[in-house]
């Protein structure tokens, strides 16, 4: 199936998996609205290098004003949205997320982006993908919402709850032709890790069954195929972790 002809909206399109997300559904044939906090206008341009169709739009996930904003300006320029990407995020590499060491206002930044933001990102588009005979939807969860990992408390919070909340959702729409699943990546060579330190990268990278870290395309390659194909997934939180999450300790 091509996504030729359909609206998709791409949040954290700025960089990293977002925009390899973006790029992808472009290349795929939607037209694709680049939503972030930062500007997005070279991953618009880089859709119309390639000979596709974008536009940008600013969204900060964590508001259900924002939300509305953006959505109702989407639908009212092209009456309809078919595909969201819930893919906006952002984790504590750095300072301390155990859940003794937590500081409160750390905890809301992450849940209020990785939880809050796919949650009011549904909320919005559902009653329009009912309206207009159905929709397919993508969380980004995580790993850590499979497997214990160190100093993510916050995190995996927040992504085990996409999981549950895309199962959910999986299940309350599904007779409105609805298709919501999530994907858990392992660990992604994106500007997320700009501050980790080669030897975490080098740690990460060995920690997959397949020895690299896993590049943003690859990501988005199994978002496509939720978007295009998988006429019969529904509720999934599907690991793209390079063998991860199979791995035993040898
Ligand atoms: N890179 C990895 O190893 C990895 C692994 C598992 C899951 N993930 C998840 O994948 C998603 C993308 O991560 P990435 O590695 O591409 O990160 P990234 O930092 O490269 O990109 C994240 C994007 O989200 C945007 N963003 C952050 N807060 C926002 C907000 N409030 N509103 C709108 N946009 C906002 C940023 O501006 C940025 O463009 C995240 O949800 C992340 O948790 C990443």
Known sequence: MS?????????????????????????????????????TDGTVEEIGNA??????????????DAWSKA????????????????VAGVVNLLSEDTVVGLTEEAWQQVI???????WLGMRAVIPGMIDT???RIVNIS????????????????????VAGLTRQAAYEYAKHNILINAIAP???????????????????ADAHMIRRLGD???????????????????GLTYPVDGGWSSKGNF
Request: hydrophobic content about 40%.
């Open 71 to 86: 959505t109702s300006a989407v639908r009212e320029k092209h009456g309809r949205i078919d595909h969201l990407a819930n």
């Open 216 to 234: 943003p395309a690859e990501i988005a390659s199994m978002a496509a195929y939720f978007f295009r194909e998988g006429s019969f997934l529904t």
């Open 3 to 39: 996504l030729s002809g359909s609206i998709a909206l791409v949040t954290g399109a700025t960089q990293g998996i977002g925009r390899a997300t973006a790029l992808r559904l472009a290349e795929d044939g939607a037209h694709v609205v680049c939503a972030d906090i930062q500007p």
């Open 112 to 118: 209020d982006t990785d939880l809050k933001g796919p």
């Open 142 to 161: 995580s790993l850590a919402a499979l497997r214990g990992l160190p100093n993510l408390a916050s995190y995996t919070a927040a992504k085990a709850g």
């Open 51 to 64: 000979g596709g169709s974008g536009e940008s739009v600013w969204l900060d996930v964590r508001s259900a």
């Open 133 to 135: 005979g159905g929709g």
């Open 186 to 204: 392992g660990t992604i060579d994106t500007p997320i890790l700009a501050d980790i330190t080669e030897e975490m990268r080098r740690a990460n």
